[in-house]
């Protein structure tokens, strides 16, 4: 896909500050109260750039929010205005060093743990127990996605639910992988270590069971418990892959307040592509503000934002 560069953007020497390594030369610090505000043309040639390597579309109610979150990388590339950094970053080296950090910046994550909780009480009640009564688990083990992961706390969330489930039903096991698109979510997700406060919703018998209170250095933050860890796996995924290389399939996918960042083709590009790792007869969860309305996918809706595949895709 071709990328329209900024306009009035000149290629500048900051491509020669940053090493190959990623390091950088404090030789020609920037002067960050000069800096520059993020042009209507250099945001469109950033919106354009992050269509093109993540599907999301950015408003122009988001320009404030990218250029805040933009000056730090700026700081911290010893660059002096957002035309040096698009620039680098349309570059071809820029492009390979900076990609990540700047889809890291970009994306926004937010999450809570039991996040509307009634997704988690309809699988508890009602999608376990159907999949269990039509023999839909092999081995009895449940694969679950939670696809656009953040930092973990949903698929931590589902490990305390199918835990607890897997308590009254004898035999059952289950295996969560979360993905999501920036590094920096996983690295956090992978540690699995978060402040007091973040754990809050989480019913405090379930907390007592799941999650080991920090002392000395560590006190105020919470690990969630090694055993419980040890099902859930992490792993970079970008939903423009035009494959994505998971192993499935899965009997649940959790996919949640993520399409709203997306044009309608690429919605339903990335929902063909999920439908394709579920099984026949397993479930979709999606956000509150999401729905499969106008999709010609094989889904019935049977509870709110939840759909189960009916069949395979045409």
């Not at 945001?43 to 408003?59: E, K, M, N, Q």
């Amino acid at each position: 896909m071709i990328i329209r560069s900024a306009a009035g953007v000149k290629r500048s020497s900051a491509a020669q500050r940053v090493t190959t390594g990623g390091g950088i030369d404090e030789s020609d610090p920037a002067p960050w109260h000069d800096l520059q505000e993020l042009t209507h043309g250099e945001f469109a040639a950033l919106t354009d750039f992050v269509r093109a390597h993540t599907g999301i579309a950015l408003s122009q109610a988001k320009r404030s929010m990218i250029q805040a979150r933009l000056q730090k990388r700026l700081r911290a590339l010893s660059m002096q205005s957002f035309s040096e950094y698009c620039a680098y970053l349309f570059s071809p080296e820029g492009t390979k060093q900076e990609l990540g950090a700047f889809i890291n910046v970009v994306t926004t994550n937010k999450t809570d743990f039991f996040r509307e909780p009634h997704h988690f009480e309809y699988l508890v009640r009602v999608a376990l127990p159907w999949l269990e009564t039509h023999g839909m688990l092999h081995h009895r083990l449940l694969r679950v996605w939670s696809a656009a992961c953040s930092s973990g706390q949903e698929p931590y969330t589902l490990g305390m639910v199918l835990s607890e489930y897997g308590e009254q039903s004898r035999g059952f096991t289950w295996s969560v992988l979360g993905t999501d698109i920036s590094t920096k979510v996983l690295e956090s997700a992978i540690r699995a270590i978060y402040r007091e406060e973040d754990v809050a919703p989480i019913p405090l018998a379930t907390r007592k069971k799941f999650l080991l209170r920090g002392k000395r250095k560590l006190q105020g933050l919470v690990r969630i418990e090694p055993k419980l860890c040890a099902h859930v796996t992490f792993r970079r995924l970008n939903f423009m892959d035009k494959v994505y290389s998971v192993r499935g399939p899965f009997e649940i996918i959790f996919f949640r307040n993520a399409i709203i960042y997306f044009d309608k083709a690429t919605q339903y590009a990335i929902l063909s592509r999920l439908t394709e790792h579920l099984v026949t007869g397993g479930f979709l969860f999606l956000g509150h503000s999401e729905s499969l309305n106008g999709m010609t996918l094989p889904y019935v809706s049977v509870a709110t934002t939840v759909y189960q595949k009916t069949g395979t895709m045409s």
